[in-house]
């Protein structure tokens, strides 16, 4: 092996991966580095690690376990906490909890492209605020839902809705011309049950 190029030794270790690449350098190591990881970094370039590592597996006839990278970009409300607390502030006056109180997320019906601009109503230049669509993922992982907050919806038109306005248009008109007749104006809302029907029959507990 003394005779073979380093740079086909290197190219060769290129072209393998997990243990079947550190078998090779292991093996070259200890061929031509007198089994120095050191050696081996620097001559072929290796991580010293990675070369003992390969080693010891050869030693012992084993393949080790490896721990998972560290690497990859971080999340930027991890990089930035004061950037989390400003969205936090924002965000805060305009979210509900989940009605049903199923899960801990809160609902806002703000958009992640009016944060952006509230982050640079703040102080924030557009280089520093990431993209919108990012936005809407670090709202997410704040626990933040963007959905349009409702207030309460509209009770359906009942089928005899047109029915019942008809009549009371006819005796009004028919009580219009009556002198001796006094009119009422009445302005009725919804019911609310109350006490032990409020729940229908179910105690809160």
């Known amino acids: 092996m003394d005779d073979v190029p380093d740079s086909l030794i290197v190219s060769a270790a290129k072209r393998l991966f997990g243990s079947e690449r550190r078998s090779f350098i292991a093996e070259v190591t200890l061929e031509i580095c007198q089994g120095s990881p050191r050696i081996a970094e620097r ?3 290796w991580g010293r690690q990675a070369v003992q590592k390969g080693i010891d597996e050869s030693k012992h006839g084993i393949v080790l376990a ?6 990859g970009r971080r999340c930027l409300e991890v990089d930035n906490p004061q950037l989390a607390i400003d969205i936090r502030l ?13 899960t801990a997320r809160q609902y806002t019906n703000l958009s992640a492209h009016e944060v ?14 990431p993209a919108e669509r990012t936005m809407r993922d670090i709202l997410n992982r704040m626990n933040y839902r963007l959905k349009r907050i409702q207030k309460g919806k509209p009770l359906k038109k009942t089928p005899d809705t ?8 006819a005796v009004h ?17 919804t019911k609310v049950k109350l006490g032990e029907y409020s729940m229908g029959g179910k105690k809160p507990d």
């Not at 952006?116 to 605020?129: C, F, M, S, V």
Request: aromatic share 6%; proline share 8%; no cysteine.
């Open 90 to 102: 924002i965000v805060e006056p305009f979210t509900q909890a989940d009605p049903e109180l199923k």
């Open 43 to 45: 001559r072929f370039g």
């Open 173 to 189: 008109a028919e009580s219009k011309e009556d002198p001796e007749t006094l009119e009422i104006s009445v302005d009725t809302k």
């Open 66 to 71: 490896t721990e998972p990278s560290n690497r």
């Open 162 to 169: 047109d029915a019942i306005f008809d009549n009371v248009h």
């Open 116 to 129: 952006q601009q509230a982050l640079i109503d703040k102080g924030y230049t557009p280089e520093q605020l």
